[in-house]
């Protein structure tokens, strides 16, 4: 049973656009929630994180957006770069001591074009 | 220079022999995850450790094992019991002990094994 959804494999926008990358999860006991970006072959970076006591986080050209009442969170890119062409992982996870355990959804392909 | 590395980046094996993975980490950090990546899938979790000499099972982790006898070092065995083993291999870190606000997670390059 999949925690963490990412409902779209890939995503396709013109260079200078909005990015909107969604992710839905099930757990109503995740409170922290994180975005990495991954290039083939490559770890992936941590980009931008929230906790569930905020409903937005911005840093840059990234802001995430939590819809608690949905199970919802939302990575906006503004504006968007070739350079951000890579999968995009959505994870949570929930208080339980210092069990600092993620859940990954199976990722989002970003492709900016030129 | 700080950081997560994992070695080999290729390693190809036959079936049936066992193999050990590297992970080492100088980011002081406390905890060391291993996960693997399939196509088409998210990351999922084998092992994790949030001490030395301490570790907890993933949710994949039948025909793995592990070691955690430094802080800095966290090797992860792929066993021939290990029904599909070709995988993109990550390690990762994270968890001060000392912080009370939950820690990110960091990655390592990765290693790709090939069973053949």
């Known amino acids: 049973d999949q925690q963490v959804k990412q409902n779209s494999p890939s995503l396709s926008v013109q260079e200078g656009r909005i990015s909107i990358l969604n992710c839905d999860y099930t757990?109503?006991?995740?409170?922290?929630f994180l975005w990495y970006k991954k290039y083939p072959a490559e770890g992936p970076t941590f980009l931008i994180s929230?906790?569930?006591?905020?409903d937005k986080n911005e840093d840059g050209r990234f802001t995430v957006f939590l819809n608690k009442s949905a199970k919802h969170l939302s990575l906006h890119i503004v504006p968007s770069q070739p350079g951000d062409s890579a999968v995009y992982f959505c994870?949570?996870?929930?208080?339980?001591?210092?069990?600092?355990?993620?859940?990954f959804g199976k990722g989002t392909l970003l492709t900016v074009n030129p | 220079d700080g950081g997560i590395t994992q070695s080999p980046k290729y390693l190809f094996r036959k079936e049936g022999q066992n193999v050990t993975l590297s992970c080492e980490q100088n980011?002081?950090?406390?905890?060391m995850y291993w996960y693997r990546q399939d196509p088409g899938q998210g990351l999922r979790l084998i092992y994790y450790?949030?001490?030395?000499?301490?570790?907890q099972k993933g949710d994949i982790a039948e025909g793995y094992s592990v070691s955690r006898e430094k802080k800095e070092s966290f090797p992860l065995t792929v066993t021939s019991a290990q029904k599909n083993p070709t995988a993109f291999y990550l390690c990762?870190?994270?968890?001060?002990?000392?912080?009370?606000?939950?820690?990110?997670?960091?990655f390592g390059p990765g290693t790709r094994l090939t069973v053949l």
């Open positions: 994870a949570a996870s929930a208080p339980g001591g210092s069990n600092y355990k993620l859940t």
């Open positions: 980011l002081n950090h406390d905890a």
């Open positions: 757990n109503s006991m995740f409170d922290y």
């Open positions: 450790s949030q001490i030395v000499n301490d570790f």
């Open positions: 929230i906790s569930s006591i905020k």
């Open positions: 990762a870190t994270g968890g001060h002990k000392q912080k009370v606000v939950r820690d990110t997670q960091y």
